[in-house]
């Protein structure tokens, strides 16, 4: 399981250093794409291939599909770590979920997520105003 938050700065290459208790789970290569809350996901490559694997099955999908698969396939790349840890963020993924210099990585389960800080801080903001009520409209059965 994915936990924790773990703040890391990205260097003039574009590269993010991927904590090791992540890397332990995530394994060896692993897919970094757009997430839908405006920072990167990322999947190991078992949890990318059920994705995937939902998405194939569809063999006429209907248009919001189309986009959602264009959304995340398209820009989605394969990552491996260097020997420092470290794995190259491309120029599009980091505009998309504007990433500069300082990264927030978050285990949430089943994927990562890598969040601008600042947007991240945003986002946990609101989050938190509304949890109690959040917490009640889930169903966990």
Same mark, same amino acid.
């Given at each position: 399981?994915?936990?924790?938050?773990?703040?890391? +700065?990205?260097?003039?290459?574009?590269?993010?250093?991927? $904590?090791?208790?992540?890397?332990?789970?995530?394994?060896?290569?692993?897919?970094?794409?757009?997430? /839908? =809350?405006?920072?990167?996901?990322?999947? $190991?490559?078992?949890?990318?291939?059920?994705?995937?694997?939902?998405?194939?099955?569809?063999?006429?999908?209907?248009?919001?599909?189309?986009? /959602?698969?264009?959304?995340?396939?398209?820009?989605?790349?394969?990552?491996? $770590? =260097?020997?420092?840890?470290?794995?190259?963020? $491309?120029? +599009?993924?980091?505009?998309?979920?504007?990433? =500069?210099?300082?990264?927030?990585?978050?285990?949430?389960?089943?994927?990562?997520?890598?969040?601008?800080?600042?947007? %991240?801080?945003? %986002? +946990?903001?609101? /989050?938190?105003? =509304?949890?109690?009520?959040?917490?009640?409209?889930?169903?966990?059965?």
């Amino acid at each position: 399981m994915l936990m924790g938050e773990f703040e890391h +700065n990205i260097d003039a290459k574009g590269r993010l250093f991927m $904590p090791a208790k992540l890397r332990e789970s995530l394994g060896k290569h692993f897919v970094v794409t757009k997430g /839908v =809350d405006g920072c990167l996901d990322v999947y $190991p490559l078992t949890e990318w291939e059920k994705l995937k694997n939902s998405f194939a099955q569809k063999m006429m999908p209907k248009q919001k599909e189309r986009d /959602v698969s264009r959304f995340i396939f398209g820009g989605a790349v394969e990552a491996e $770590p =260097d020997k420092q840890g470290r794995i190259l963020l $491309p120029v +599009n993924l980091r505009s998309y979920a504007k990433l =500069d210099v300082t990264a927030l990585i978050v285990g949430v389960g089943a994927k990562a997520e890598i969040w601008d800080v600042k947007r %991240y801080a945003e %986002y +946990n903001a609101k /989050v938190e105003k =509304d949890v109690v009520e959040l917490v009640e409209e889930l169903d966990f059965e």
